[in-house]
């Protein structure tokens, strides 16, 4: 796990630091300039970030991240406690606040929080070709455009795609419908195929049958 630490003061960033780089990579920047180029030039698990830097407010930087559409998880560590701090670094996009002085024990704490959320959400991603399914919400999406899926159609994609290209049958397809509705038919595993491929077909995926044998998924040439 690679951590970014944005802390100006020399001697807490280099005593955090020196803690962290025992269970974490740990890259520390003292301005906002630098924590930016840093954000683009390589992938962080998480950043810890001050919002009193020299060149620029702490709260320039979350905006700035969270407009280069950086996802990882922000912890704001500042000595600044008002509350309306405290919203707007919320609202921007920040996933804790911690406010100084602290205890080093509980920031380790809320870093493996954090961090443990990123690990689940990775793994709770389907990803094929330009098509993303979120198995935690429940949504499919491509390029970051939500698509309009029903329920059941969405089963039957989450089965394709961890088929990983394997051929279903249409009996194994109507496995994944029947946790809804127990009076489903083969038939309208058919229906909710030939919708699904019509949606997902500019996207540049394409699902093909095998005539008798079943459906798999796969990127359309």
């Known amino acids: 796990m690679r951590i970014l630490l944005v802390e100006d003061n020399q001697k807490l960033g280099a005593g955090l630091k ?6 974490y990579a740990v890259d520390h920047v003292e301005c906002g300039e630098d924590a930016l180029f840093a954000s683009r ?10 919002l009193s830097l020299p060149d620029m407010d702490g709260l ?30 919320l609202d921007l996009g920040a996933d804790d606040y911690m406010t100084k002085p602290f205890d080093f024990p509980e920031l380790e704490a809320r870093i493996r929080a954090l961090l443990r959320r990123v690990s689940m959400e990775k793994t709770s991603l389907l990803q094929m ?23 059941r ?36 595993v058919e229906q909710y195929i030939s919708r699904l491929r019509k949606k997902l077909l500019p996207h540049g995926l394409c699902i093909h049958s095998a005539r008798g044998l079943g459906y798999h998924l796969d990127e359309s040439k």
């Open 18 to 23: 020196s803690l962290l780089d025992a269970s």
């Open 41 to 50: 030039s390589h992938s962080y698990d998480l950043v810890i970030l001050d």
């Open 60 to 89: 320039s930087v979350l905006r700035e991240l969270r407009g280069q559409k950086q996802i990882c998880p922000v912890l704001i560590l500042t000595a600044r406690d008002k509350m309306d701090d405290r919203i707007t670094g």
């Open 129 to 151: 070709g330009a098509i993303s399914f979120d198995l935690r919400n429940n949504t499919v999406s491509a390029n970051d455009i939500t698509l309009e899926i029903s329920a």
């Open 153 to 188: 159609e969405s089963m039957v994609l989450r089965a394709l795609m961890m088929a990983n290209g394997r051929l279903l049958s249409k009996a194994q397809i109507l496995d994944a419908i029947t946790r809804f509705d127990d009076e489903v038919s083969e038939n309208a």
